[in-house]
């Protein structure tokens, strides 16, 4: 267990609804990201938050978006979504302002979009 | 934009064998790498990593190289178990003081048989 939660731990809905995924960093944590598995791509980047700000951004589609709360934690808002849009959403969290802290992944949200 | 290849995508070795991933990476910011081991149904979890000041690191049977010029970097596990079978993602990318933006690569899955 990395300390890392993610609700819920399945969702399925359909093409055009908007959902939104939760992830609650370790303890401690500032910084949290989001990540997309598809099965025929590797993790796919979608954001950053440190401390509450957007710090880097990756291949986050328009209709995605994402916030960082005061108390650390975050959540993942899809909209309009589309059949690709099926995957497994990861988020991620590490500590503080040093350099090189290690990713600690959630057990990840499984999204099917039918 | 950032591309990391990572190359093979299967690998199958036999128990006590050595395996080599390696993998190459566009941006020449970049100065953190790091490899995650992905066991089915599993979240990635990180098992070495390297900084772009250091050549080469090794923790018992996995090391990792770093080669800055050519912008490639390999995973080496010697004296290969059963329970090393796994997706192993590498990553590269920049961090800096609350900021960090991983580009992975699309995984190497790695069977080793008995």
């Known amino acids: 267990d990395s300390g890392v939660t993610q609700t819920p731990k399945h969702l399925i809905t359909a093409t055009g609804q908007r959902v939104t995924l939760r992830c609650s960093p370790r303890?401690?944590?500032?910084?949290v990201y989001w990540y997309q598995q598809s099965l025929d791509q590797g993790l796919q980047f979608l954001i950053h938050?440190?401390?509450?700000?957007?710090?880097a951004k990756g291949n986050i589609l328009e209709r995605f978006s994402a916030q960082q709360f005061p108390d650390l934690h975050s959540e993942l808002n899809l909209s309009s979504l589309e059949l690709g849009d099926s995957a497994l959403y990861f988020c991620?969290?590490?500590?503080?302002?040093?350099?090189?802290?290690?990713?600690?992944f959630g057990p990840g949200t499984r999204l099917t979009v039918l | 934009g950032e591309n990391v290849e990572q190359h093979p995508s299967t690998l199958s070795v036999q128990e006590g064998d050595s395996a080599v991933i390696k993998c190459t990476y566009s941006?020449?910011?970049?100065?953190?790498f790091p490899w995650y081991k992905q066991e089915l149904g599993k979240r990635p979890q990180l098992i070495i990593d390297?900084?772009?000041?250091?050549g080469e690191k090794k923790d018992q049977r996995i090391a990792v190289t770093l080669n800055k010029t050519a912008k490639h970097f390999s995973l080496h596990i010697t004296e290969t178990q059963p329970e090393d079978s796994a997706v192993y993602f590498c990553?590269?990318?920049?961090?800096?003081?609350?900021?960090?933006?991983?580009?992975f690569g699309t995984g190497t899955r790695l069977l080793v048989s008995p």
């Open positions: 991620a969290s590490s500590g503080g302002p040093a350099l090189y802290n290690e990713q600690f």
């Open positions: 941006d020449s910011a970049s100065n953190y």
């Open positions: 938050y440190y401390n509450g700000e957007e710090r």
């Open positions: 303890s401690g944590d500032l910084s």
């Open positions: 390297i900084r772009s000041n250091v």
């Open positions: 990553a590269a990318g920049r961090v800096n003081t609350g900021f960090q933006k991983l580009v």
